[in-house]
């Protein structure tokens, strides 16, 4: 029986996982924490509408009900020529080595004086602290925004950063207070969001408008500081609280170890997510450069989508076949962008792009997905195809 060591232990690593398992391979996962932090629903846990508890997944639990084996240990280096990875606790071998580690984020100056919803998970605990001990305090200035990379824009996380600044809006109105509070959205870009489609770009200026959100699109961000952030053109925003999440750049480990790279540290793959000139090493996820349209960005179904297919491609060339599954026939954009009171829904393919109100149920639909997404990992309830 042939070994896959899996690197990472988020959606695309457990994904690879559990299909590996029942393609009948040894598998090993090796993850830095012993849970799966669902990120599309950790949204709620600054405004305590989830609890942190609410958006883990045991890694423990699901390796008894799937069959790999778990270790946990931090990736330091990967010498694909040995296939050998090393780790802080030890070094492991492999026939098969999928890496979805995920991805390093871009610096940016003063960057300490921010919080993120798209980093370690234990800062959506901290981001709660900060926004309750400004309501207790009695209003203030929140700010919350999302940057770029120009080598690669693929790895850019929006979504999160509208949905978490509508979820604040939201909170603050319910508890009759958003009269005291400042809030301003923020982004390097001119026209954040564009890659949603033409349609969707206007119906978040509507947002922003009827929710009284300032903004403060198209400059530079110079620098962080406690007081505020500073744009080119000595741009100033005032902000009590600030939320910003850093596109994404290769991991640190990246640099460490002998695979091929792109201009932004994203391990190069084709389209079978199989890395460019190494023997049956597969990249999937954050970690992988994703090609196609400009507007293509990486996700989590995306990622999900890497790893059935990086599975069923290992299992195909174990059995000789030449049949091999891509994942550029399946780029789109599609998520439920949520608002407290209801959420939007967002699709893009090549031949469209749409943004579709869905008040009230729309909020319910998105909390019904984690209930889905966690049940349907522990075999709880039976998995609807292509989820």
Request: aromatic share 10%.
């Amino acid at each position: 029986m042939k070994k896959v060591l899996i690197l990472g232990g988020g959606f695309a690593g457990l994904e690879a996982a559990i299909f590996l398992c029942k393609y009948g391979f040894d598998v090993t996962l090796i993850s830095e924490r012993e849970y799966l932090y669902i990120y599309p629903t950790s949204i709620w846990v600054p405004t305590g509408e989830a609890s942190f508890d609410d958006v883990k997944l045991s890694l423990r639990e699901l390796q008894s009900i799937h069959g790999f084996e778990l270790i946990i240990d931090t990736v330091e280096s990967i010498k694909s020529a040995q296939k050998q990875v090393y780790c802080q606790n030890g070094t492991y071998t492999y026939d098969y080595l999928v890496v979805a580690i995920g991805s390093g984020k871009m610096k940016h100056k003063g960057i300490e004086h921010t919080l993120t919803i798209c980093g370690a998970p234990e800062e959506s605990l901290r981001m709660k602290g900060r926004i309750d001990a400004l309501i207790a305090q009695g209003g203030g200035k929140i700010a919350m925004g999302f940057g770029g990379n120009p080598k690669d824009p693929s790895n850019v996380r929006g979504g999160p950063a509208f949905e978490v600044l509508f979820n604040v809006h939201h909170k603050l109105k319910k508890l009759g207070i958003r009269d005291r509070f400042e809030l301003t959205f923020f982004a390097p870009m001119a026209e954040p969001g564009k890659r949603m489609g033409p349609q969707a770009l206007k119906m978040m200026d509507l947002f922003f408008r009827k929710l009284d959100i300032k903004k403060q699109f198209g400059k530079k961000i110079v620098a962080f500081e406690k007081e505020g952030i500073r744009f080119e053109d000595d741009i100033f925003i005032e902000s009590d609280f600030t939320m910003f999440i850093a596109a994404g750049n290769g991991h640190e480990v990246f640099a460490k170890s002998d695979l091929p790279l792109n201009e932004a540290g994203f391990v190069k793959i084709n389209d079978y997510c199989e890395v460019e000139g190494v023997e049956n090493v597969y990249a999937i996820g954050d970690s992988a450069e994703v090609l196609g349209p400009q507007w293509r960005a990486k996700q989590g179904h995306i990622a999900e989508v890497m790893a059935r297919n990086t599975a069923f491609n290992i299992k195909a060339k174990e059995e000789g076949k030449s049949e091999r599954k891509g994942y550029k026939a399946h780029l789109n954009i599609l998520c439920v962008m949520d608002s407290g009171d209801g959420a939007a829904f967002v699709y893009r393919n090549d031949k469209r792009g749409m943004m579709i109100p869905m008040p009230v149920i729309g909020h319910w639909l998105k909390k019904g997905w984690g209930w889905y997404y966690k049940n349907s990992k522990r075999n709880k309830i039976p998995r609807l195809p292509g989820l």
